[in-house]
């Protein structure tokens, strides 16, 4: 699925979130697109729920916010982890295959099916710890 098969909206979306160096909740990003005609709360969130169904675009649930991804291009990549700075919460975004698996192991050993798989690790990144130690 390419960018020039979406929507307009949706392009603006996603533009101020890769342009974004953090995750924008949809308040943020309803801020950011005024200057650019979106007025309206629930075009962003339909903006978003696209741009999410294509794996274009990634919600961070423990900051309800909303990041772009940058790796859909590598096609391995439905279930992704999240590594989330509490500073200033930075998101790095992984992909462990062995970590899918067993989520999915689990999962069958329970009988249990998943419906939203969410992993999130919060913490300082490098940057951050680094310096936290100086002080
Ligand atoms: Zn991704
Ligand atoms: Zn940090």
Redesign the pocket.
């Known amino acids: 699925m390419t960018e020039k098969t979406l929507s307009p909206h949706c392009q603006k979306v996603l533009k101020a979130l890769e342009k974004s160096a953090s995750p924008l909740s949809a308040y943020e990003l309803l801020e950011k697109l005024r200057a650019h005609g979106i007025k309206a709360p629930p075009t962003v969130y339909r903006a978003l729920e696209t741009l999410m169904q294509r ?1 274009l675009v ?1 919600r961070i649930e423990s900051l309800n916010a909303f990041i772009a ?4 291009a590598d096609g391995s ?1 439905t279930h ?1 982890q999240f590594v989330v700075c509490r500073n200033f919460g930075n998101v790095e ?1 992984v ?1 462990d295959k062995q970590l899918s698996t067993s989520i999915r192991k689990i999962a069958s050993s329970l009988k249990f099916q998943i419906e939203r798989e969410i992993l999130e690790i919060m913490g300082l990144c490098k940057n951050c710890s680094a310096t936290a130690r100086k002080v």
């Open positions: 794996g990634h991804c940058h790796h859909h990549h992704s975004e992909h």
